[in-house]
Structure formats: structure tokens, C-alpha cells
């Protein structure tokens, strides 16, 4: 008897699963993406429009109905929530009962958590504000430029240094740099912590020779106009104030109880099953999956995966080949290794190949090696990759 597989949310995890379980299962197979939103939005290109790289939003928001294989079915809807035990999911327009249910839903920005935050920042994470730092970018001639992240965890953890590396470097090729002070504000102790302290202090370094102020431990509780004020009682000037939101879980999810202290919905390291025990391992609810941002899960040095689409997509893959494993009746044994691979951009059109294995005991083992040309244009190719991939599937 034909199942069928709701794949939650149609972001990086979730179409990498569509597509992958697409390929592994008959047709008559059901396997349905429900999704908000009328595009697919491939938040790396955020970096490379604020700097003017990429002027078309056709680059950053592609339409579903032109990436997406034809015979996948999507669903236009909001999910409102999910019921575990019977396998059901509530949209703004109907109920689903699935066999299987993968989470692929990703972390919700939440600006208006932070007093003045949409009054006064420009927002990194999305479209719009990428946009809009490009055009202030080039009107910019002298004064204070301020990144701010406004807490933590948040997708890609390098992205907001690249952001300061990359406008450090577009302002200096305009040749305005000189009378332009810019700075990092962070509740980090270094940056991107989940890599451990050697990549962080690399980094440090880099942010150095490009004259970047680095200011970690620092809490924002309220944004003024040219003013950030951080919980220890600090306070910052700035003419141009660039942030990452606060992130969290999909209301949807954390309204159908799936999170845990984390914040996020806690899976099995290498299965990405939900756990409802999560010493133990254990499920109540098999053959539901959480994957990418959605998912919370615990290193073995108790902190967390960091959020990426590598992450996202090799997990996607995984719960694919499991759950075709089980509707064949085979034993499902594909497992995430929390290995990933990403090109960190440092201005001066070069970038840094950081390689990691987040599941090392005692602690991830992380490596970044010295920036050059060569890991910005495989960075580039991975982007276009990325196209290739869905237009391969498609002409299938
Ligand atoms: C500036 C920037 C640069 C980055 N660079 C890299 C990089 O170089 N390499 C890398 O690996 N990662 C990078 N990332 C991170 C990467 O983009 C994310 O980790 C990845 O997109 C996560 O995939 P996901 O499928 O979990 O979530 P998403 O891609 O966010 O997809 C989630 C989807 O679920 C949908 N959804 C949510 N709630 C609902 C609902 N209630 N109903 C219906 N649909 C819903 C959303 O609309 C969305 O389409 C970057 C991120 C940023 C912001």
C-alpha cells in the first residue's frame, strides 16, 4: 500500500529531502512539501547583495514552481501545527495524516524581540535588508559602521564576520575606507564558538589585519537611534547599525510542544528521529524526523550542531534513505556523521575553507585553512552547484 511522507517546510533540509525521496520511491508514493512561502530563498546570496555581487532577486528568491522537480507536490499553506502521536498536521487550510513526517521547518527571526531593532537595524537574514545595506553601503562615506548579533544560536555562524569583512573590503575599493570605523558587537566569547577556540582566535586575527573592531560578551537589550545598549551597562555608537535577529524555532513547533530547553526540537544525533528522552535516546514517535535549523542537537561537549545548510542537507539525505529503507521493509541504517564543509568569505576576494568533524570526542575538530582566490570561486561553484542540483533533478 502506497504511504505518504509531508516534508515541513520547502527551505534547504526540506526540498533536499523532496527531491532525494523522489528519487528512492515509486510514484504512487505521496511525498508532499508544505510550505509558506512562493519561493525558495538561498540565504548565502544575502552576503554577496549586500555588497553589490548580485543585484537580481531572481538570484536569492527563486520561484517554487521553477526549481521544484514537476511531479513534486507542493502545498501553499502555514503549517499551525503538528500532532506526533497520530501523525497529523494542521495547516491554515486543512489536516494531513502522514506515515511519515520529516521537520524541515528552520529558525523563525524574531527582530521585535529586541526593542528598536526594526525601527533602527538593518537586517542581514533576509531580502529586503540585504538590499538596503547595499544602497547605504554605497552612500556611505565616513563614520561608525556596527554589526551587531543579537543573540545566540543563529544560522551560518561565520556569515555576520563575512558581512564586516566583505564592507570592509567594498569600502575600501571605493576608496572611502579611511575615515570608516567598523565594529563587531556579540554576546560571543570569540567568534563562532561552536569551532572551538583556535578558529576563533584565526579569526580574531583576520578581523585585525582588516582593522575590524572586535567587541565579544556584549548583550544588546535595546537599540536607540545611534545608540546600542548591552545588558552590562555598556553602550555603543554607531551612523549604520547592521544585525542578525534574534532566532527561535517556527511558533508552530514550539506551539505543538516538539522543543526542548534547547529551543529546538532535539534528534537523534545520526538519525534525526525526534527523541522525547534525550539521555537515553529514546522515541515515542517513530517516523518523524526533525532536520537543518529546526533540529537541536547536543555535541558530545554539551553544546550545540552549529546551524548550516550543509548540515541540513547531508541530514536530509539521510532520513531519505531511512525512510525508503523502511517502506521497502529493509533495515534502516544511513546515519549522520556531523561532518560539513563551508567557504568562509574574508574580503579581498578570497575565502577560507573551513572542514569540520562536530561529532569528535572530546570536541569538534575544526579546521580553516589561509584564505585564498582559489576557496572563494569553489565557494561560487558551490552556490551554482547548488542550482545544478535542482535542474538535474528536474530534467529527470
Ligand atoms: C547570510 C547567510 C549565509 C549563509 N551561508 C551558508 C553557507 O555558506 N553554507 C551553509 O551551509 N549554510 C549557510 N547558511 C545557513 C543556511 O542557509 C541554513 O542553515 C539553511 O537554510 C537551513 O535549512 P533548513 O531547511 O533547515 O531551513 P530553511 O532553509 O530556513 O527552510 C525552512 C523553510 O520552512 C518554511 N516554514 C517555516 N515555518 C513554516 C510554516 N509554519 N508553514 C510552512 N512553511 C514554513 C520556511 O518558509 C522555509 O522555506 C547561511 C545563512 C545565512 C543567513
Known amino acids: 500500500m502506497s504511504k505518504t511522507i509531508l516534508i515541513l517546510g520547502g527551505g534547504w533540509g526540506g526540498l533536499t529531502a523532496a527531491h532525494a525521496l523522489k528519487g528512492k520511491l515509486p510514484s504512487d508514493y ?17 552576503l554577496r547583495a549586500m555588497v553589490g555581487e548580485t543585484t537580481g532577486l531572481n538570484y536569492i528568491e ?18 499551525i501545527r503538528i500532532n506526533p502521536e497520530t501523525k497529523t498536521v494542521y495547516t491554515n487550510a486543512q489536516s494531513i495524516n502522514a506515515d511519515y513526517i520529516i521537520v524541515a521547518m528552520g529558525a523563525e527571526l524574531y527582530p521585535e524581540t529586541i526593542p528598536g531593532f526594526n525601527e533602527h537595524c538593518l537586517n ?93 560578551e556584549n548583550t544588546v537589550t535595546k537599540i536607540k537611534e545611534n ?52 539521555e537515553e535516546l529514546t522515541t515515542h514517535f517513530p517516523g518523524i524526523y526533525a532536520i537543518g535549523d529546526s533540529a537541536g542537537i547536543m555535541l558530545l561537549n554539551g553544546k550545540y550542531l552549529p546551524k548550516g545548510g550543509v548540515f541540513a542537507e547531508e541530514e536530509a539525505q539521510v532520513v531519505a534513505r531511512n525512510i525508503a529503507s523502511l517502506i521497502k521493509g529493509e533495515k534502516p541504517v544511513a546515519s549522520f556523521n556531523g561532518q560539513g564543509v563551508c567557504y568562509v568569505d574574508v574580503g579581498d576576494g578570497m575565502a577560507a575553507e573551513g572542514a569540520g568533524d562536530f561529532y569528535a570526542y572530546p570536541d569538534p575538530v575544526v579546521k580553516l585553512a589561509m584564505p585564498s582566490k582559489e576557496s572563494r570561486k569553489a565557494k561560487h561553484e558551490f552556490e551554482r552547484i547548488f542550482e545544478w542540483w535542482f535542474s538535474e533533478y528536474q530534467n529527470k
Open 227 to 278: 545608540k546600542i545598549i548591552f545588558s552590562n551597562n555598556k553602550e555603543a555608537s554607531y551612523d549604520l547599525l547592521i544585525g542578525v535577529p534574534p532566532h527561535g524555532a517556527p511558533k508552530a513547533i514550539v506551539e505543538s510542544g516538539l522543543t526542548n530547553s534547547s529551543g529546538y526540537v532535539p534528534v537523534h544525533p545520526q538519525t534525526m528521529e525526534i527523541l522525547d528522552n534525550v
Open 62 to 79: 527563486s520561484p517554487l514552481k521553477n526549481i521544484l522537480r514537476k511531479d513534486l507536490e507542493i502545498i501553499n499553506e502555514e503549517i
Open 124 to 216: 542581514l537574514y533576509d531580502t529586503k535588508g540585504a538590499f538596503e545595506i547595499h544602497q547605504k553601503l554605497q552612500n556611505f562615506k565616513k563614520g561608525k559602521i556596527a554589526f551587531l548579533v543579537t543573540r545566540t544560536p543563529f544560522r551560518c555562524p561565520p556569515a555576520p564576520y563575512e558581512a564586516a569583512m566583505l564592507a570592509e573590503w567594498f569600502l575600501r575599493e571605493k576608496g572611502v575606507k579611511n575615515e570608516i570605523e567598523i565594529s563587531i558587537y556579540t554576546p560571543e566569547k570569540f567568534p563562532m564558538p561552536s569551532a572551538g577556540e583556535h578558529v576563533g582566535e584565526a579569526f580574531r586575527q583576520i578581523l585585525n589585519t582588516h582593522n575590524i573592531r572586535f567587541f565579544p
Open 30 to 46: 505521496r511525498i508532499a512539501v508544505i510550505e509558506k512561502r512562493q519561493s525558495f530563498v538561498f540565504y548565502p546570496s544575502f
